[in-house]
């Protein structure tokens, strides 16, 4: 992995990395869906900095829509929508543009070889699937393929879309508080949190019904900040049981990543350097 910088554009941070004499190199900083594309230009430039190497390629994970791999169709982080990998590298060294999640495809696909059909969900601010399936990865017409938060769901309130009932910054928005905030009322087992973290679990359990009814997968793997909130992937798999026809559910092997934190990072490293064609 020498020579090559993953780095992991995200909504609420962004990490980026490399890989030297098998030690990671790497450093991380706050962003916000409001973050300058200037800013997050400065971070890298200051990244690239501290390496002891002059770049071969870099991978950036984009959270939104990413048209091929060269531009930024749609982000909710709305300075990135239209921007191009130029900004970036100003001819310095190539760099490739993919959509998070598929990134983070990428990554676990070494890490399940054996797995026929491969779907990898991130449950962070928001919620999005990436699908692997017999040696080819599910994109869609214009590679937009994914966007498992945007799905409509049914609630007691009415239709709404996933990612505001089970998407990170859905349930800040329901706690009316920060994430460390709702991290210490979860410790604390705050009655109001914990059913509101029961209830984000729930409905992502009924998507994790939808997914492996749709796409019959042998494993899943869950990564993202919001699934390691206390109660949401019980609450989720319990479910998901519940409504599974239970031969579909019983094949599939539902797990973690092996490196949660630098998942998406080191699949956009994987990206560039292997030169994949998605």
């Not at 676990?108 to 080819?136: C, R």
């Amino acid at each position: 992995m020498s020579n090559y910088v993953g780095v992991d554009i995200g909504c609420t941070k962004m990490y980026f990395c490399a890989v030297v004499d098998n030690h990671y190199i790497e450093k991380r900083a706050l962003t916000g869906l409001d973050c300058p594309k200037e800013r997050i230009k400065e971070e890298l430039e200051a990244f690239l900095k501290e390496l002891p190497f002059t770049p071969e390629g870099i991978g950036m994970a984009i959270p939104g829509l990413v048209k091929g791999d060269y531009m930024v169709e749609l982000s909710d982080m709305s300075d990135l929508t239209g921007v191009t990998v130029d900004y970036f590298s100003e001819g310095r060294f190539p760099i490739r543009f993919i959509n998070d999640v598929k990134a983070a495809t990428v990554c676990e696909i070494s890490n399940h070889p054996d797995s026929d059909t491969l779907a990898v969900i991130m449950a962070g601010s928001g919620l999005a699937i990436g699908v692997y399936s017999k040696g080819k990865m599910i994109t869609g017409a214009h590679g937009f393929a994914g966007e498992l938060g945007y799905c409509v769901i049914q609630t007691e309130d009415g239709p709404t879309v996933l990612d505001d009932v089970s998407g990170g910054m859905g349930i800040l928005r329901l706690a009316q508080c920060d994430a460390p905030t709702l991290l210490s009322r979860l410790e604390n087992n705050d009655p109001s949190a914990t059913a509101l973290i029961a209830k984000a679990g729930h409905y992502f359990g009924l998507a994790l019904t939808n997914i492996i009814h749709l796409f019959n997968p042998d494993t899943i793997v869950i990564g993202g900040s919001t699934s390691t909130y206390t109660g949401y992937l019980e609450h989720a798999l319990s479910t998901a049981s519940q409504y599974t026809l239970k031969d579909m559910y019983t094949a599939c092997t539902i797990t973690t990543p092996k490196d949660l934190k630098r998942i998406v990072a080191l699949g956009a490293l994987e990206y560039i350097k292997s030169g994949l064609i998605l």
